[in-house]
């Protein structure tokens, strides 16, 4: 955990290192600032004095001293109106997981980093709790490498120190095209089922809107089966691919019949929404392939109640994981 204050800089050498290598020459401050590792992944939690990084060095210690016995949470019925009602309408995954955790508990670890993914450290009746959630607001939730990475190094930080895990699905999918790629995309994305597959705490799956692809199961340790349960709230859509593009690739031939570019977008419309009525997740539900569609005001109690059905982590003489990644 590297908690740093606007003024810090980072680096691997300084001023005096870099103009020896024949690099150039530079004043100290432009050598990693705050303000360059921060938004690379580098700085964990930004403080704004050193009294602040005090502070946050507590309450990140806090979440691996055990549960609390005082708690309050926000009204959960405002959960009902996080997600809006037009499916294509992004919002913010930060409201959900304000709301789902205790109040004042959300420790949020690399903000400005992939901000695609969010990763943050929360209270939920007491009991710490890690959120790992997709942010529709970024890429509309489309997993990258550094997203991946970033949810991989945090699952790994949670199994190490016994905190389960609460996933907030809403992707269309990993990113795909050849930019994509150049990033080594299919190396990174393996990262989070490599890390889930070896999850030893207990963890679920809610999917707030969007579970696409193997970029959904990703947000579910591999598989919609693996979590204690795979729920979604009546916002959930769920398929192999996102609608438009399967509509795209499915009907080609059948849109390409159509001469008249007006009546062959109604028509594109029109196979969207059947799609989307058999991808709705109460669809999905009834043929078993999630747990459950559930209020989403039961988010919080369903989870309870699945960590306490859980058996307790199994006592062990040393280190549960070798090392956590650096990053």
Known sequence: MIIA??????????????????????????????????????????????ASAVRLAKAYLSYFQGPVSEWSCSDQTLLR???????????????????????????????????GMITALIRIEGRPVGVIANNPMHLAGAIDATCADKAARFMQLCD??????????????????????????VRHVSRMFVTGASLSVPFCTVILR????????????GSFHRPIFTVAWPTGELGGMGLEGAVRLGFRREL????????????????????????????????????????????????????RSAPEPVRRDGKRRPFVDTW
């Open 5 to 50: 204050t606007p003024d810090a800089n980072i680096g691997m050498g300084g001023p005096a290192m870099i103009e020896g290598g024949g690099l150039g020459v530079f004043p100290p401050e432009a050598v990693g600032p705050a303000s360059v590792q921060m938004a690379n992944g580098v700085i964990d939690v930004m403080a704004d004095d050193e």
């Open 81 to 115: 109106d996080c997600v809006p009602p037009d499916r294509r309408r992004a919002y913010d995954t930060h409201a959900v997981a304000n709301l789902v955790a205790d109040t004042g508990s959300v420790l949020e670890l690399r903000p400005t980093f992939s901000p």
């Open 160 to 185: 190490a120190f016994d905190l389960p895990l609460l996933f907030l699905c809403d992707t269309p999918g990993f990113m795909v095209g050849p930019q994509a790629e150049e990033t080594a995309l």
């Open 210 to 221: 969007k579970g696409y692809g193997l970029g959904a199961q990703a947000m579910a340790g």
């Open 256 to 307: 390409e019949a159509i001469d008249d570019p007006a009546a062959r977008e109604e028509a594109f419309t029109a196979m969207v929404e059947r799609a989307y009525e058999h991808g709705k997740a109460i669809n999905v539900a009834a043929h078993f392939e999630i747990d459950d569609v559930i209020d989403p005001t039961d988010t919080r109690e369903r989870f309870v109640h699945a960590l």
